[in-house]
């Protein structure tokens, strides 16, 4: 039986007259006034919740607040209207929120651990030479992955993301994702042949 194709049909009536839910909907169709109307209407109490939740500066929080608008219009098609467009904003905003917070601890981590680490011995320069060389050589690789192994390398690798949570969001089942990352390793394997470890 052959279904009949139903043309995208955009919502009627203007971004400052619709609910929530209906802009919500509006931006899963890929309707950027309703992002804009979305985004008059929650971004301040977006911000001041980020403020609160993540102790971030006021430039961080500008990207912050971008990031989780960015994320309402790819997840808008799964609201499924069981809370109030706010709070599954505000879901949202959390989750931006604790990726932002590990980023950071991330961070100071390797800070915390370069700044434990023995000073190099300056007069051993050609293997500080081919330590660059290398790091230069294994970006240079994972640069030439194809997008779908470099996001899955990146995510999980570089990012420590737990791979289930990756999968989700690349939208793959894990037997995918773990398929792309031994892909990915073998490529960089391939790319770093050679190289003096």
Not at 45 to 52: Q, Y
Not at 70 to 85: M, Q
Request: glycine letters at 6%; a neutral charge.
């Amino acid at each position: 039986m052959r279904r009949a194709l139903l043309p995208l049909v955009r919502v009627e009536g203007a971004p400052s007259e619709l609910s929530d839910e209906a802009l919500v909907a509006a931006c899963a169709m890929g309707e950027r006034a309703a992002l804009g109307a979305l985004f008059d209407r929650h971004c301040d109490a977006v911000r001041r919740f980020l403020a609160r939740i993540s102790g971030a500066r006021d430039v961080d929080l500008d990207d912050l607040v971008q990031t989780t608008f960015e994320t309402l219009t790819r997840a808008a098609g799964r609201f499924d209207g069981r809370s109030e467009v706010r709070t599954w904003l505000l879901g949202i905003a959390s989750n931006v929120a604790r990726h932002h917070v590990r980023s950071l601890a991330r961070q100071q981590r390797l800070t915390d651990a370069v700044a434990a680490s023995p000073p190099v011995d300056e007069t051993d320069v050609a293997a500080q030479a081919i330590a660059h060389e290398r790091t230069a050589l294994l970006h240079e690789a994972i640069l030439a992955l194809p997008v779908k192994l470099r996001e899955a390398f990146v995510l999980v690798y570089l990012e420590a993301l737990p791979g289930r949570d990756v999968a989700r969001l690349l939208g793959v089942r894990e037997g995918t994702l773990w398929k792309r990352l031994f892909e990915a390793r073998a490529a960089l394997r391939d790319a770093l042949k050679g190289v003096e470890p």
